[in-house]
């Protein structure tokens, strides 16, 4: 019998964390500022179930800093943090780079 991959069903929280991660990167929301469930969970058309669940998951990525009875809020980042997340990168990407050329046939370097 033939096998057939399909990918499984994300989950509301994946969706949504996925969204606000990438809102969060691309500034669409300001360092520090805070973020309202019930407000996320409107726009989303969603309840506040996956929102929170989503907001906790930013949490545990570093993205989102939820306060006790205050609230989430998006994770402000320092001078010496964002270095540190350069130099890792720039280290990341020159061993890829590294691994590429290894593997280079003469034909993709024509």
Avoid: C
């Avoid at 809020?73 to 020159?94: D, G, H, K, P």
Wanted: aromatic share 6%; net charge negative.
């Amino acid at each position: 019998m033939k096998k057939f991959d399909i990918e499984a069903p994300r989950s509301l929280t994946e969706l949504v964390a996925e969204r606000l991660r990438q809102a969060i990167i691309d500034g669409e929301f300001k360092l520090g500022e805070a973020v309202s469930e019930i407000t996320l969970a409107q726009s989303f058309g969603v309840s506040r179930t996956p929102v929170r669940d989503a907001l906790r998951r930013l949490s545990h990525e570093g993205l989102v800093l939820q306060i006790p009875w205050r609230g989430s809020f998006v994770a402000e980042i320092s001078t010496e943090e964002a270095r540190n997340a350069y130099e890792l990168r720039a280290a990341l990407e020159s061993v890829a780079v590294a691994g590429a050329l290894n593997h280079l046939t003469p034909l993709a370097l024509s």
